[in-house]
């Protein structure tokens, strides 16, 4: 009898142990997930309320960050920042960007993130809108997670139909 019972009692054990490992593990990486998806949610709200000082602490640092957008790549956050982003954020003007449909995933000190993305902003004498796919990468650096790659992509626009020749 006590062998039957030492034996469902190490079962036990066994099972509940590894049970609050488990728990322990998800809840770790899920509260990295959320950690990067906030990072991923501040920098809409920063660029679409022109806050340069908040994207400045959620975006890496350093000369190897690289953001593609519309076919074009910039690399470093300063120089993306500086001769990209300030100037296209002082343009517009009643700006909305959001992301939907996240989902972060993270390996250690890296994570990605996958959305989509909806931008409209009065610009000059007329109203932008734009939507479509992003992916950003994230490294832990510092204890904080912070963006060292960005990528946006819109659908392509159909083509124009072919105007009829004028008739002389």
Known sequence: MMTRKLFFSTAFAAVFGTLVFGLTTVSAQTDDESAVVAVIRQNATAFAANDVATMDKIWADSEDVIVFESGYADHGWKKYRDHHLVPEMKEFSNTKYEYTDIKAKVSGGLAYATMKYSLSADVKN????????????????????????????APRRAPQPAQPAPKN
């Open 126 to 153: 007329r109203r932008v809108e734009s939507a479509g796919l992003a992916t950003a990468v994230l490294e832990k650096r510092g204890g904080g997670w912070k963006i060292v790659h960005f990528h946006t992509s």
